[in-house]
C-alpha cells in the first residue's frame, strides 16, 4: 500500500499521520529503492533540507533504521546507509521463508471471505503488471514491486498476528532492496511461480503453497546473486 507521500509502505498497516513516520517511510523508501546508496553516509545537515525535517527528528529516525538494519551508526563517525554481501543476502532469504511460510499456514487456515478476495484482487494487479512487464514494458518497476508486496501481504494477512507481519515487513523490504540493486525482471518465470502460489493459496492447499513460496523465494535469491 501507499502512505501519505505516495511511498511504499512495508509497515502492513495504514501508517500514522505524523512528520516522524513520514520522515521514516521516505528515508527507508530511499534506501529500498537505491537513492541512498549502500554505504553512504547520511549527514544529518543534508538531511534536514532534503526531508524538512528537524535534526532531532531525523536522529530519531536513523536510530530507528538502524535497529531495522537499513542503516548502521559508527561511534563519532555518524550514520551510513547498510552495506550490502551475499551472506546478508542469504541470511535475509533464509529467514523470510521461515517467518513468510509459518504466516502463509495460519493465514490459509484463518482466512475468510474477505481475505479471499483481498488475495484475488491483489494477484489481479500484479498479474495484469507482470503481463505488461512481459510485452517489454519495464519503465514503471516501483509499481510492479508495490503489487508484488501487496500480493504477498495479501497471502499472510490473516495470519492474525502484528509481531508477525511487522517482521515480515521488515525483512520484505531488506530483500526488496536488494532486487532494486540489480534491476533485473526474471520474466515468465516468476509470473507463472505467482500463479501457481496464487491457485494453491485459494485451494487452501498449505503444504502445496508453503512448498512454492520457498522456490519462489529461493529462486529469486539465486537470480539476485548472479546478477549482484
Known amino acids: 500500500m501507499r502512505n501519505t507521500h505516495g511511498k511504499l509502505n512495508f509497515l502492513g498497516s495504514a501508517p500514522h499521520n505524523t512528520v516522524a513516520n513520514a520522515t ?43 535497529s531495522e538494519g537499513f542503516v548502521s551508526a559508527a561511534e563519532q563517525r555518524g550514520f551510513f546507509v547498510s552495506p550490502v554481501s551475499a551472506d546478508d543476502l542469504n541470511e535475509i532469504a533464509n529467514l523470510r521463508i521461515l517467518l513468510e511460510c509459518h504466516a502463509l499456514k495460519e493465514s490459509l487456515r484463518n482466512g475468510d471471505d474477505d481475505w479471499e478476495a483481498d488475495v484475488v484482487g491483489a494477484y489481479h494487479k500484479l498479474s495484469t503488471t507482470e503481463a505488461i512487464m512481459k510485452n517489454g514494458n519495464d519503465a514503471d518497476l516501483e509499481t510492479w514491486k508495490e503489487y508484488d508486496w501487496q500480493f504477498h501481504l495479501s497471502l499472510i494477512r490473516a495470519c492474525n498476528s502484528t509481531n508477525l507481519l511487522g517482521l515480515h515487513a521488515t525483512l520484505f523490504g531488506k530483500y526488496l532492496r536488494y532486487q532494486i540493486l540489480v534491476l533485473t525482471y526474471r520474466g515468465e518465470v516468476a509470473r507463472q511461480e505467482h500463479k501457481a502460489l496464487f491457485e494453491a493459496a485459494i485451494a487452501r492447499d498449505a503444504d502445496a503453497a508453503t512448498k512454492l513460496l520457498t522456490q519462489h523465494i529461493m529462486n529469486g535469491l539465486t537470480h539476485t546473486l548472479e546478477y549482484m
Do not use: M, Q
Open 24 to 66: 521514516y517511510e521516505r528515508l527507508k523508501h530511499d534506501i529500498i529503492f537505491g537513492k541512498l546508496k549502500p554505504g553512504a553516509k547520511l549527514k544529518l545537515e543534508t538531511l534536514k533540507g532534503e526531508y524538512a525535517a528537524s535534526v532531532s527528528t531525523l536522529r530519531e529516525t536513523l536510530n530507528r533504521l538502524t
